[in-house]
């Protein structure tokens, strides 16, 4: 029972982290496993499971809200129910994905549910917005996370407390051994899926040659993944140097003066603006509802810079009402610089100016800021992490924690202060391409990277041979020659590329939807594992 407690504990914790704070991203899989095997007392495990799936989900986030497979509870249950089953570590962790990948798959049903609650609440907040009640629009806004932590926590308790009896050992140890090689292989081809989405995200018609780096790199060079991640910095900076002609992002202007044209009044005190900003930081998206999506989390950041500057209640309830109003960005790169420029705008006394503003950059600072933080940044940190965890490192984890922890914290503090001095004059540094030509930097570094994790991490070898008849002296002599070694001769990891470059057709040309992909892939491992043809192999550096 402490146990199912402790396990429904973290993933509350973990789905409050992925809306909120981003203290360590325990929401991802990597860390959603490894802590769940902490848990469980079983720690490798947790390792192997975190890291296969985190490798499955790859560049699988929530844009906009869309609903995806819920990989950290899949983590977490398949950890949970594994350590209750019988056989090797190996085995355990096979039996792990196979519960882990469906319950995420069949729990991301739940993932509405809990978002159609909270646009139920929204116009709860409406109401206590028109009164100007502060405290009414608090209370709701942090009710709201409650239907996002009870779909993943009611499932995670019912499955810790099913693992805690002896019915998982029982049924595990019916499991045939070819369905756990297999699972076994399964999970070593998963992180295809994740490769293929990224690359199906990224510029590859672009780009696509900046992958023979990285896998040059690794298959020839033998360089571990930090010293190819390193070239890929070193070309990724030459890029940004040489090009420089990005489109501008454009504010309109508004018909009220700018601050740069008359001072702004010192109304908000260094108390007010850290309670705005640590209010973002800690809840930015714990209310996050389809119909108004981020604006209710804005609104509560924003409520104590508008009790300050607007003491007569209608100035106060217009404010309030002015940014509950439709919102919806990056909250880690974009959030927090409109946040600060919106402070800025309404301490100058130029409301209009701070909604145009808002409107004219949440869409465009959306584009560039999940890019290069989500589909960028993170793959490359929790890729990393996970081949470690792979190791059974615990390097992995804790190098992806420490990756979030430290810079998602500064960034996020540094934007908002930069903002609120520079005010509407941000527009012209956003018009300058500073931020695109960061992203376009961080795309170049991105496919060279990938292209040295691709062979390193989809670990497949066939294990068939041939019958290859010679004569020596005169004599017919029949050799057995494994196909593997006639295709490392061919090319070095031959088959983590085609393998990789199939789900990309399926995700790319095809347009299956991932979920379906991971299904074919898995499928396809169970049988060809089973049937001994193929085996996962280790990474060779």
């Given at each position: 029972?402490?146990?199912?407690?402790?396990?429904?504990?973290?993933?509350?914790?973990?789905?409050?982290?992925?809306?909120?704070?981003?203290?360590?991203?325990?929401?991802?899989?990597?860390?959603?496993?490894?802590?769940?095997?902490?848990?469980?007392?079983?720690?490798?495990?947790?390792?192997?499971?975190?890291?296969?799936?985190?490798?499955?989900?790859?560049?699988?986030?929530?844009?906009?809200?869309?609903?995806?497979?819920?990989?950290?509870?899949?983590?977490?249950?398949?950890?949970?129910?594994?350590?209750?089953?019988?056989?090797?570590?190996?085995?355990?962790?096979?039996?792990?994905?196979?519960?882990?990948?469906?319950?995420?798959?069949?729990?991301?049903?739940?993932?509405?549910?809990?978002?159609?609650?909270?646009?139920?609440?929204v116009h709860r907040a409406d109401g206590h917005a028109?009164?100007?009640n502060a405290r009414g629009l608090a209370v709701i806004?942090?009710?709201?996370?409650?239907?996002?932590?009870?779909?993943?926590?009611?499932?995670?308790?019912?499955?810790?407390?099913?693992?805690?009896?002896?019915?998982?050992?029982?049924?595990?140890?019916?499991?045939?051994?070819?369905?756990?090689?297999?699972?076994?292989?399964?999970?070593?081809?998963?992180?295809?899926?994740?490769?293929?989405?990224?690359?199906?995200?990224?510029?590859?018609?672009?780009?696509?040659?900046?992958?023979?780096?990285?896998?040059?790199?690794?298959?020839?060079?033998?360089?571990?993944?930090?010293?190819?991640?390193?070239?890929?910095?070193?070309?990724?900076?030459?890029?940004?140097?040489?090009?420089?002609?990005?489109?501008?992002?454009?504010?309109?202007?508004?018909?009220?003066?700018?601050?740069?044209?008359?001072?702004?009044?010192?109304?908000?005190?260094?108390?007010?603006?850290?309670?705005?900003?640590?209010?973002?930081?800690?809840?930015?998206?714990?209310?996050?509802?389809?119909?108004?999506?981020?604006?209710?989390?804005?609104?509560?950041?924003m409520e104590p810079v508008l009790r300050r500057l607007?003491?007569?209640?209608?100035?106060?309830?217009?404010?309030?009402?002015?940014?509950?109003?439709?919102?919806?960005?990056?909250?880690?790169?974009?959030?927090?610089?409109?946040?600060?420029?919106?402070?800025?705008?309404?301490?100058?006394?130029?409301?209009?100016?701070?909604?145009?503003?808002?409107?004219?950059?949440?869409?465009?600072?959306?584009?560039?800021?999940?890019?290069?933080?989500?589909?960028?940044?993170?793959?490359?940190?929790?890729?990393?992490?996970?081949?470690?965890?792979?190791?059974?490192?615990?390097?992995?984890?804790?190098?992806?924690?420490?990756?979030?922890?430290?810079?998602?914290?500064?960034?996020?503090?540094?934007?908002?202060?930069?903002?609120?001095?520079?005010?509407?004059?941000?527009?012209?540094?956003?018009?300058?391409?500073?931020?695109?030509?960061?992203?376009?930097?961080?795309?170049?570094?991105?496919?060279?990277?990938?292209?040295?994790?691709?062979?390193?991490?989809?670990?497949?070898?066939?294990?068939?041979?041939?019958?290859?008849?010679?004569?020596?002296?005169?004599?017919?002599?029949?050799?057995?020659?494994?196909?593997?070694?006639?295709?490392?001769?061919?090319?070095?990891?031959?088959?983590?590329?085609?393998?990789?470059?199939?789900?990309?057709?399926?995700?790319?040309?095809?347009?299956?939807?991932?979920?379906?992909?991971?299904?074919?892939?898995?499928?396809?491992?169970?049988?060809?594992?089973?049937?001994?043809?193929?085996?996962?192999?280790?990474?060779?550096?």
């Open positions: 029972m402490l146990v199912a407690l402790a396990l429904t504990l973290w993933a509350i914790y973990c789905t409050y982290d992925g809306l909120g704070p981003f203290l360590i991203y325990a929401q991802r899989p990597l860390i959603a496993g490894s802590v769940a095997g902490l848990i469980t007392g079983h720690p490798l495990l947790g390792l192997l499971i975190g890291a296969t799936l985190e490798l499955a989900a790859l560049g699988v986030y929530t844009y906009g809200g869309a609903t995806i497979p819920d990989y950290q509870t899949g983590a977490i249950v398949g950890t949970a129910l594994a350590a209750g089953a019988t056989g090797n570590p190996a085995a355990q962790a096979a039996i792990g994905l196979g519960v882990g990948l469906p319950a995420a798959i069949l729990l991301s049903a739940l993932d509405p549910v809990g978002k159609m609650v909270t646009t139920a609440l028109a009164d100007g806004h942090w009710v709201s996370l409650l239907p996002w932590v009870a779909v993943r926590a009611v499932p995670t308790f019912l499955a810790a407390l099913a693992a805690s009896g002896g019915l998982v050992k029982d049924i595990t140890a019916s499991i045939p051994a070819g369905f756990v090689q297999g699972m076994t292989l399964a999970g070593s081809l998963l992180p295809a899926v994740g490769f293929a989405l990224l690359l199906g995200m990224m510029e590859l018609s672009r780009y696509w040659y900046l992958l023979l780096i990285g896998f040059v790199g690794f298959a020839y060079l033998h360089l571990p993944v930090l010293g190819i991640a390193l070239i890929g910095v070193a070309v990724a900076m030459l890029f940004v140097t040489l090009k420089r002609d990005e489109p501008a992002i454009v504010v309109p202007e508004s018909t009220e003066g700018s601050p740069e044209e008359s001072p702004v009044d010192p109304r908000l005190t260094k108390q007010d603006l850290r309670r705005a900003f640590r209010r973002y930081f800690w809840s930015s998206q714990i209310s996050w509802n389809y119909e108004r999506m981020q604006a209710l989390g804005f609104a509560y950041s607007y003491p007569e209640k209608a100035d106060y309830v217009a404010g309030l009402q002015r940014h509950l109003q439709f919102f919806n960005t990056s909250v880690l790169i974009g959030g927090p610089l409109i946040l600060g420029s919106s402070v800025a705008l309404e301490e100058a006394g130029t409301p209009k100016s701070a909604a145009s503003t808002k409107v004219a950059l949440m869409g465009p600072l959306a584009g560039i800021g999940d890019t290069l933080v989500f589909a960028l940044y993170n793959s490359i940190v929790f890729t990393m992490g996970a081949s470690w965890a792979l190791q059974g490192n615990w390097l992995g984890p804790a190098f992806a924690a420490v990756m979030v922890l430290v810079p998602y914290a500064l960034v996020r503090r540094w934007q908002f202060g930069f903002a609120y001095r520079e005010g509407k004059r941000l527009a012209g540094h956003l018009a300058a391409g500073a931020l695109a030509r960061v992203a376009q930097g961080a795309t170049v570094l991105g496919f060279v990277v990938l292209g040295g994790f691709i062979p390193s991490i989809v670990k497949v070898v066939t294990t068939l041979t041939y019958r290859q008849t010679t004569t020596v002296q005169g004599q017919p002599v029949t050799q057995a020659v494994a196909i593997q070694d006639r295709l490392d001769e061919l090319l070095p990891f031959l088959l983590p590329v085609l393998v990789t470059a199939g789900v990309y057709l399926l995700t790319a040309k095809a347009r299956l939807r991932p979920v379906w992909v991971i299904a074919v892939v898995v499928a396809a491992g169970v049988v060809l594992g089973w049937l001994g043809w193929f085996a996962p192999a280790p990474a060779k550096n």
